[in-house]
């Protein structure tokens, strides 16, 4: 079964707060339900399916009694930051299947106001004894792939700094963004080194706040009055050490990607913008190769000279600012790719940023490592 | 700087049911990794099932010690810089670890390195990885 046009995203919405010191998570969570259901013209008791990955308490077990929600399907798939990219496909999947008709994702996280600046590997996996003794932190572990990525394809650290730069770009017109000054390609380079290669401008922000997603079935999306935002494609991978056996400078977006394109019937040509999940620089680069954009090894060439800047370049990337400056909230995000895909397809982005005629959209999410195991999830959206 | 590193800097590794006999080796300075009794093949980290074929029967056989660095990171943001890598054994499985007793900016892909165990704040060994032929 395919769900290409079997489902519609109706409702989105990103919470304006970058620093939640005032709220718990949970409100947080009811917040940007409420947002993206009022977005979409509905209300809590239309909801019959609902979708989170790590939330408050044990999931959607606390986080449903919490809504007053009364679903009929659940998914509380973890794959990290991806998961909510992997939401819409399953809520599309469930739709499909006539297992619900309105399904909402949330994530909502405060790391700033928690003050958890600096994530360290606690999950407890059975790889956790063979690694913390040399300790990881999510910056080192970007890095073994970027270090590697030099070595391999000769990419460069300012090359790496064109994809900061086009973030600040579409940030510098985001009321909402952590930082909203425009930088450049030195500004990047002289910034500290935080995980050689890896410089602190090649990093994320770190924010509190959230996003919600409302994905309904085709006969509720006309009947609502928001503009249509079809689910054409969607895959999902894990990719891991292969028991000692990495390759570190490709993703889960290698099939995650070829699984999307091939179920919307369309190619990475086809795409007008891209929302790429950003916690470093590194990721995006990696991301755009293994998702066909271009050639592998040849992202750094790619990303040069402003080609993600929308207005400029061919491929308008994170035109909110994306996790380098405007929100990675939870430590995570995932979701602001779609919610900004969805604004462009609706022609609702930031006039400075919008893509022009943008009919076809792209959201991708990598929850985890880059170098050594991570969720991936693909969706390709169209305007219809 | 030469670079050497305090067991009070190590954090201590787990020791479960399916990974004892790796860490009781790595206390007498020997480096295991895993082995299929079936495909053959090795692995890294050592576990109950072989990750190459499904098999059950596994078991941890000595490596060499030796091997390449296939990538590596020194984390600056910290009063005391350190070299995350991975290092390719030549039995043809990597694993992750750090880098010591070498000048941390003369680091390269594909230096080839050795093993040498530290202690971690347990005491238990970990296995680590300096430049081949002593520092
Ligand atoms: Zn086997």
Redesign the interface.
């Known amino acids: 079964m395919t769900i290409n046009g079997k489902a519609y995203i109706a409702g989105a919405y990103e919470h304006p707060t970058r620093l939640a010191t005032d709220k718990s998570v949970s409100q947080l969570h009811a917040e940007v339900a409420a947002g993206a259901l009022e977005d979409a013209g509905l209300s809590f008791k239309d909801v019959d399916g609902y979708f989170t990955a790590k939330a408050p308490g044990m999931g959607p077990v606390s986080m449903v009694e919490y809504l007053g929600l009364k679903p009929r399907h659940l998914d509380s798939t973890e794959i990290g930051g991806s998961s909510y990219i992997a939401h819409v496909s399953h809520a599309a999947q469930a739709i499909a299947e006539g297992k619900c008709n309105v399904a909402l994702i949330t994530l909502a996280g405060r790391p700033k106001a928690e003050g958890m600046a600096v994530v360290k590997g606690d999950f407890k996996g059975p790889e956790n004894d063979f690694e913390i003794p040399y300790r990881p932190v999510v910056p080192n572990l970007y890095a073994l792939s970027a270090m590697r990525h030099m070595y391999e394809f000769g990419t460069t650290s300012e090359q790496l700094a064109w994809i900061r730069v086009a973030a600040s770009h579409h940030a510098s017109h985001n009321p909402n963004a952590v930082m909203r000054d425009k930088v450049t390609v030195e500004d990047v380079v002289n910034s500290p080194l935080i995980a050689d290669p890896l410089h602190r401008l090649d990093s994320c922000v770190i924010s509190d706040g959230g996003g919600a997603l409302v994905v309904v079935s085709p006969e509720i999306a006309r009947s609502l009055k928001r503009p249509l935002v079809k689910v054409r494609g969607a895959g999902e991978a894990l990719k891991h050490m292969d028991g000692g056996r990495p390759d570190m400078t490709s993703s889960g977006a290698v099939r995650s990607g070829a699984d999307a394109f091939a179920e919307a019937g369309v190619t990475p040509q086809d795409i007008k913008c891209a929302m790429i999940y950003d916690s470093f620089t590194i990721t995006v680069l990696i991301s755009l190769e293994d998702l066909g954009f271009c050639k592998k090894g040849e992202g750094g060439k790619f990303v040069s000279d402003g080609n993600l800047i929308s207005g400029v370049g061919k491929l308008p990337f994170n035109t909110d600012g994306g996790g380098l400056c405007n929100n990675h909230p939870a430590n995570r995000g995932g979701i602001t790719k779609v919610i900004e895909a969805v604004r462009q397809l609706r022609g609702e982005a930031h006039p400075a940023v919008q893509v022009p005629n943008c009919d076809l959209a792209l959201a991708h999410g990598t929850g985890g490592w880059v170098s050594t195991r991570h969720g991936s999830a693909t969706l390709i959206m169209e305007r219809e | 700087m030469n670079m050497d590193i305090d067991a009070s800097?190590?954090?201590?590794?787990?020791?479960?049911p399916d990974?004892a006999e790796f860490w009781a080796a790595a206390n007498d300075g020997v480096l295991k990794?895993?082995s299929c009794n079936s495909c053959g093949?090795?692995?890294?980290?050592p576990?109950a099932i072989?990750?190459?074929c499904g098999s059950l029967d596994v078991g941890l056989k000595e490596a060499k010690g030796t091997g390449t660095i296939?990538?590596?990171?020194?984390?600056?943001?910290t009063s005391e810089p350190?070299a995350?890598?991975?290092v390719s054994l030549d039995e043809?499985?990597?694993?992750?670890?750090?880098i010591i007793n070498c000048d941390l900016d003369e680091i390269r892909?594909?230096q080839e390195v050795e093993v040498v165990f530290r202690p971690?704040e347990s005491g238990q060994a970990?296995p680590?990885f300096q430049p081949r032929g002593g520092r």
């Open positions: 800097k190590i954090p201590s590794p787990g020791v479960e990974t990794i895993g093949e090795p692995h890294f980290y576990r072989c990750p190459r296939y990538t590596y990171s020194v984390f600056r943001r350190y995350l890598a991975w043809g499985v990597g694993m992750m670890t750090n892909i594909g971690s970990v680590m």
